[in-house]
């Protein structure tokens, strides 16, 4: 695909077939992850794959109970009155635990999280460790989508995060991004409309 058509496609999708990942395509995106750039040079990504959705079941359990919070909170960031936000939560909200399941396959983007807690940074640079990682995420979408693959994810809320990190046995110092899933689109999969920018709005020259 020309890397423009990439760009374009890549979309959250929320509806997957069943339809194997191979593990060729599934090593290939994440070897897409070490060639985004890096703070200090360091790459310091780990991954975990499930396989399988009984396998998934037993990681994704915490989400179940943060569900209703996770609701709340998304209601109160919406007096924006956007609508196409809100087509997409309408969407999405109640997708959240099935679309981490239905493609069989599950990744945890883990990096290694120095000097910092993560949740504790004292100036922008603290976070450079999870900006990194997020670079990395960015560059497994859009190898994914080269693929012919759909991909979404989930941010932990809550304690979601240490209740997993706890079940999957992650090591000390490490921390996951987000339950990132990919797999074949399903038929059907609803995509919300993406927003109309005009990015000559957006550009200011010189000064804002
Ligand atoms: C930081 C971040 C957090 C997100 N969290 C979630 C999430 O928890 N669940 C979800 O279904 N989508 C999540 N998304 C996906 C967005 O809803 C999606 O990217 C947005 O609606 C734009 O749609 P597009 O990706 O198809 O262009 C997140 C995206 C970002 C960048």
């Given at each position: 695909m020309e890397f423009y058509d990439v760009l374009e496609k890549r979309r959250t999708y929320r509806d997957f077939s069943d339809r194997k990942v191979s593990d060729e395509i599934l090593r290939r995106v994440i070897n897409a992850a070490f060639k985004a750039p890096t703070n200090d040079h360091l790459r310091q990504l780990e991954f975990i794959v499930i396989r399988g959705q009984e396998n998934i079941a037993k990681v994704i359990a915490p989400l179940a109970k943060n569900m209703a919070m996770f609701k709340e909170l998304v209601s109160e960031v919406?007096?924006?009155?956007d609508k196409d936000k809100m087509a997409m939560f309408a969407d999405a909200l109640p997708k959240q635990q099935k679309m981490l399941m239905q493609s069989g396959l599950l990744i945890l983007p883990f990096f290694r999280q120095l000097t910092w807690p993560l949740l504790k940074?004292?100036?922008?640079?603290?976070?450079n460790y999870f900006a990194s990682a997020w670079c990395a995420l960015e560059n497994m979408l859009l190898a994914a989508t080269n693929e012919g693959l759909g991909t979404v994810f989930h941010i932990p809320v809550g304690d979601e995060a240490e209740q997993i990190k706890r079940i999957v046995h992650a090591p000390e110092g490490y921390e996951f991004l987000c339950l990132l899933t990919m797999g074949y689109p399903a038929e059907n999969a609803f995509l919300p409309k993406q927003k109309d920018i005009n990015i000559e709005e957006r550009i200011h020259t010189n000064a804002w």
């Open positions: 919406d007096e924006s009155g940074p004292t100036e922008q640079s603290s976070l």
